[in-house]
């Protein structure tokens, strides 16, 4: 039996995703190698069933649960090679947070770029973008610095789960400060794409209180976190690069929202 594999499968069954994660980092690489075929195996028959369901042949014990999940793609990632790793999709909270942190800790950054890239690829698909937000969390935490990579940017500001309200985008700013100057404050330097841009995000809601140029970016104004003529620069930047007629009438609005 391939070392590690002893200890690895009861915590499988059982839905322990810290301690199958413990197991494999005590592990030699070449051994995880060994094990990925297998452990493959078991979680892609763990992600094709619902919660609740029973295992054909004892994979996992009792009802299938979140934690059966967690711990499947826990075991997938300590069991790939980074490359492999980064391109694992969907990886939802916390395990998106958790296990790229704990796996790969000094490999963050080439998840921030996959992830960042991926984003700009489709950024409609909502299913493989599940857990990109992980990456605003790593520089809070100071893992990483605040992503500036243009699919980041845009994920922040257009996608961000519950985004699509301006009241929850400025607190989540507010409660990770960093991006304030780092990630949001590049809004101006990357221009839009087709199902995300400034202007098509604010299309979608109507309400002043949910929009980035009526709402966030006056507040962040407002509150000191940004000046006016930083913004006004911005803006300039933006527009001297060239837009689309549709994103130019959005910077010339929010031009004179922040004037007034």
Known sequence: M???GSQLWPALRRGRRDEAVQVLLGTSVQDRQRLRPAVRAHEKLVMSQPIGARAPSGEWSGELRQ??????????LACSTLPQAVRYAPLDMPDAVDLPAALFPDHLDAFVTE????????????DRLRGLDAMFDWAHRGLIRPPVQDGAVLCLATCLPGS???TFLLRYLEDRPCLIDGTFARIFDVDGIKGASLAQRDQTTSWPRR????????????RGHWSRQMVLDGIDRALGRGQTPYLERWFHGLTQIIRS
């Not at 934690?67 to 997938?76: D, M, Q, R, Y």
């Not at 700009?120 to 909502?126: D, I, M, S, Y």
């Not at 929009?211 to 407002?222: A, C, H, N």
Request: net charge positive; no cysteine; glycine share 8%.
């Open 67 to 76: 934690g059966h999940w967690s711990t499947a793609a826990a075991a997938l």
């Open 2 to 4: 391939v070392a590690g």
């Open 211 to 222: 929009r980035l140029d009526s709402y966030v970016i006056p507040e962040l104004v407002r």
């Open 115 to 126: 992830w960042s890239a991926r984003f700009l690829r489709n950024p409609k698909a909502v």
């Open 164 to 166: 699509l309200s301006g």
